[in-house]
């Protein structure tokens, strides 16, 4: 009894230093783990309620259910820690994000749910959520988890409002990711900074490209193309770039923002005494903006300009991504160490402390590049680890610290697959070399929201100290992506294993991308002009994992993830069967058989119809979600018409002729969308197939055809396109699966 009074007496004295009020962000906490959550706030390292708040948007009728605790860092990685009873999870993180990992931990190993990019499974969530069985603490194995390429905007939508952003920022955390680059809004302090430099308001928005094409802008690629962009649309996107920024930081994540190495419009030197720009010559048929050299005078007040407009329109930050020379720049007689050292040296005193994140990409960076530098407060995110043989990154960059990455998709193709086999095996080996410099991974597809089984694979990198079991996680992958066990399930998703997701490192880090989409020939190889031309895998495994998928239990079909995942499977097994079909199409057109030639194309024809038809089940795979946002930024139809050619130019011609005949960019963002398959792919090749039809009628040679002309006339166009899905994706799936036979 007397240790029982003793115990009351000391909760009591504690209980009476506890704040009075709840604060606010405990609020998104119902009931009594509102209450705990705020008793944990008031001595906390940080605030839990942005986490509290993720969680309930991630999984509003389950988020009561967890306690989120804010736990001191235990040194140098990120941890969490999960435990708890049935209906009470806790879960103690190092951060926010850290938090939210645990909650992906649990939602994985415990609940056996699947959140993905895109795709989730939740609603097989029980009422009452289950006991963790035994507690569990995990670690980062690295410091640096870095999500998004400097092309992700472009590739997977300039125009997405706030909401779509927050998502992704909310699943990135759920992966463990904690580096973010943010290119939304990047050219607000471009056009402030440059004002104060002899520019004005309107040429510099004649200089700025419209959104969807502002990635190379920031790369020093181009400019220009699609603009002038309005001041509106200025203001627009800095206040969603702050949004984005702030989401970031609430969540202890990093905002890698775009820093300053030297871009400028025409005519600087001539109007800033004492500065020297470099021409950049062309890219792919584009003129390169001009580089202002670092070890001028000029240089380090236009970057001390453009840092504070930057800081600011979007606040602070730790770490800002640059690539000097990009795809082909020339230094001219600028000395790249000593330019090197000045541009870090002017991030540095903006940002005393920052990291310069650099594109591992061709030669970048150089030799000399690095030999100028504070390599200490450098992180090379490389773009080729998983993509060649024999590669030695701490030689190549001589101990600079490095994150191993991949850009397992291009242009935001929608094809599966990637070189995971190289992933498991080389990223442990490359971390544990004597004196490893691999500090991260670096998630950098060009367009995300493809493939959520690569994304979920690679970011578990991060957080397993050893090697995966390919096999045991794609089981439990097939298991928790549709909230239960199933033999189908399992067998298709094994199949897909030992397919697309084993492709070698053979030069290429992406599947062969679909020739539905290709300008129309005969011998067309691949739709990009820098896609693979063959396929890295077996199709016949993808043919077998649609069966399999199509007999997965009525019972799983339901979820959110099993729909994705059963139209994206059926596109593939169709996208894969025209480089089967296609060949046939050839030898009838090279026999003089006109009757087979009619057959097969008209064959090859009914696979796009019903290509089109799949694909519209599905929303994630419509076309006009990605115009609809476009036109939404307009303020004027003037303007909205703008916007919308800046929106499908992307994905077709890209840019004016030269670019896109003679610079070979034409699809390379082509993708299996519905609208663009039936309103693009489909005219093409009926024109295509018609002059081949005549040719062998009349015993003539076909007739030409300006391919840009007819991609250039359909991106400004404005004919509205479907927002919502039709139709039954279960039943088009066995449709397109009869069809490929």
């Known amino acids: 009894m007397p240790a029982v009074l003793t115990f009351l007496t000391a909760l009591a004295a504690c209980c009476a230093l506890l704040p009075a009020a709840v604060p606010a962000g405990a609020a998104a906490l119902p009931g009594g783990t509102q209450r705990a959550a705020a008793v944990h706030q008031a001595a906390a390292p940080f605030d839990t309620a942005p986490a509290v708040a993720a969680l309930a948007r991630l999984l509003p009728t389950r988020a009561a259910q967890f306690t989120l605790t804010a736990a001191p860092p235990g040194g140098a990685a990120d941890s969490y820690s999960v435990s708890g009873t049935a209906g009470a999870v806790a879960v103690r993180g190092t951060s926010p994000a850290a938090l939210l990992t645990g909650v992906g931990w649990y939602l994985e190993n415990v609940a056996k749910v699947d959140i993905g990019l895109p795709g989730d499974s939740t609603a097989a969530l029980p009422a009452v959520l289950p006991a963790v069985p035994a507690p569990v603490t995990r670690a980062a194995v690295v410091p640096h988890r870095y999500a998004l390429n400097d092309t992700d905007d472009g590739y997977s939508g300039a125009y997405r409002d706030f909401a779509s952003y927050q998502h992704e920022i909310d699943v990135l955390a759920l992966h463990g990711v904690n580096e973010v680059f943010v290119q939304t809004g990047a050219e607000h302090p471009y056009y402030r900074a440059l004002q104060e430099f002899g520019y004005g308001a309107d040429e510099l928005r004649d200089w700025i490209p419209a959104p969807s094409h502002q990635s190379w802008w920031l790369l020093q690629n181009m400019s220009g193309f699609g603009g002038p962009v309005s001041g509106h649309l200025l203001d627009a996107r800095a206040a969603l770039g702050r ?76 770490m800002f991504k640059m690539d000097l020379l990009h795809e082909g720049g020339v230094a001219g007689p600028v000395d790249v160490t000593t330019a090197a050292t000045a541009v870090q040296r002017a991030l540095l005193t903006a940002h005393p402390g920052a990291t310069w994140a650099i594109l591992g990409w061709q ?11 504070d390599r200490s407060r450098m992180l090379i995110v490389d773009g080729l680890s998983d993509r060649y043989e024999g590669l030695d990154r701490d030689a190549d960059w001589h101990g600079t610290p490095y994150a191993f990455g991949s850009i397992p998709n291009f242009g935001g193709h929608t094809t599966i697959g990637a070189n995971a086999g190289v992933w498991a095996r080389r990223f442990q080996e490359w971390r544990s070399r004597p004196g490893s410099a691999l500090k991260g991974i ?30 045991g996680w794609f089981g439990g992958y097939a298991a928790r992506r549709y909230g239960g066990a199933d033999p189908h399930a399992a067998a298709a998703w094994d199949m897909l294993r030992q397919g697309p997701y084993a492709m070698p490192a053979d030069s290429w880090s992406e599947a062969q991308d679909g020739l539905f989409a290709a300008r129309p020939s005969l011998t067309a190889t691949s739709a990009a002009s820098w896609s693979p031309p063959s396929m890295r895998y077996d199709p016949a495994l993808v043919r077998r994992a649609l069966d399999e998928l199509l007999a997965v239990s009525p019972a799983l079909r339901t979820s959110d993830a099993y729909r994705f995942d059963l139209v994206n499977l059926a596109r593939q097994a169709l996208a894969d069967h025209g480089r089967a079909l296609l060949p046939r199409i050839r030898a009838a057109y090279e026999a003089g058989d006109l009757a087979g030639f009619r057959s097969t194309a008209a064959e090859w024809q009914d696979e796009l119809g019903l290509l089109d038809e799949l694909l519209g089940s599905d929303r994630r795979f419509l076309l006009g979600p990605w115009l609809a ?28 002729r030269g670019p896109s005949d003679g610079g070979g960019l034409h699809d390379y963002a082509g993708r299996e969308w519905s609208g663009l398959v039936s309103g693009l792919y489909a005219e093409r090749w009926g024109v295509y197939f018609d002059s081949l039809d005549a040719a062998l009628a009349t015993d003539t040679p076909p ?30 799936a066995r449709a397109a699966a009869a069809a490929v036979g």
């Open 243 to 318: 949004r984005i920024t702030d989401q970031l930081r609430s969540l202890g994540m990093t905002p890698v923002l775009p820093g300053f190495f030297g871009t400028v419009p025409p005519g600087f030197a001539a109007r800033n005494p004492g500065a020297r720009t470099v021409p950049q010559g062309d890219w792919v048929g584009f003129t390169r903006p001009d580089w202002l050299d670092p070890t001028g005078p000029v240089f380090g007040r236009l970057a001390a300009a453009y840092y504070r407009a930057q800081s600011e329109a979007f606040g602070d930050s730790a």
């Open 363 to 373: 030669d970048n960076p150089s030799d000399a590049l690095l030999a100028g530098v």
């Open 442 to 471: 670096a998630y950098l597809p060009e367009g995300t929201g493809t493939d959520p089984a690569a994304f979920a694979l690679f970011s578990r990198l991060a957080w397993q100290d050893g090697p995966i079991d390919l096999a």
């Open 629 to 656: 946002a476009a036109r939404a930024q307009g303020a004027s139809p003037a303007e909205a018409d703008q916007l919308e050619y800046d929106a499908r130019s992307i994905l077709t011609s890209w840019g004016g």
């Open 703 to 732: 007739a030409p055809v300006d391919w840009f002309s007819i991609d250039d006339d359909w991106a400004r166009r404005t004919d509205g396109h479907p927002t919502a899905a039709t139709g039954d994706p279960v039943e088009l």
